[in-house]
């Protein structure tokens, strides 16, 4: 018991603390709410905004990279929507409660989220510069 009600507090403050990195709607989104389905419905909806902003940096990114390089980065991108998804849903039975969907809903946010970040730093970092 005092093992859950540690992750528990954990959990907790790994949201909050995530807030202060996400949308002003995220934050809104979780005011108040304590139950599991509440606050993982917040966190998909932020993950559909990081999603939009990944879906942009990986168009901006193949438009920015070398021409030979494009098929290898669609590749890998495919390879890494599998990982997210395969290692994300897996962690929907770690504890067997509903907690587990607080678990899936933060993976799927912190990878896209983490990805796109990646993705736009691609783009930057090669700004038409590596284009043939």
């Not at 979780?30 to 905004?49: H, N, V």
């Not at 902003?53 to 390879?79: G, P, W």
Request: charged fraction near 35%; include cysteine.
């Amino acid at each position: 018991m005092k093992k859950k009600v540690v992750f528990i507090v954990t959990l907790f403050a790994t949201i909050s603390f995530a807030t202060s990195q996400h949308s002003l709607s995220f934050e809104k989104c979780l005011e108040g709410k304590w139950r599991d389905a509440e606050m993982a419905a917040c966190t998909y909806e932020e993950t559909k905004l990081e999603d939009k902003r990944l879906n942009q940096a990986y168009k901006k990114a193949m438009q920015t990279i070398k021409k030979d390089k494009r098929d290898e980065l669609k590749e890998v991108q495919r390879a890494w929507i599998k990982y997210r998804d395969l290692n994300c849903n897996f962690n929907s039975y770690i504890t067997g409660g509903t907690m587990d969907q607080l678990f899936v809903a933060e993976c799927f946010l912190s990878m896209t989220k983490e990805r796109a970040n990646e993705l736009e730093f691609i783009a930057e970092i090669s700004n038409g510069d590596l284009e043939d």
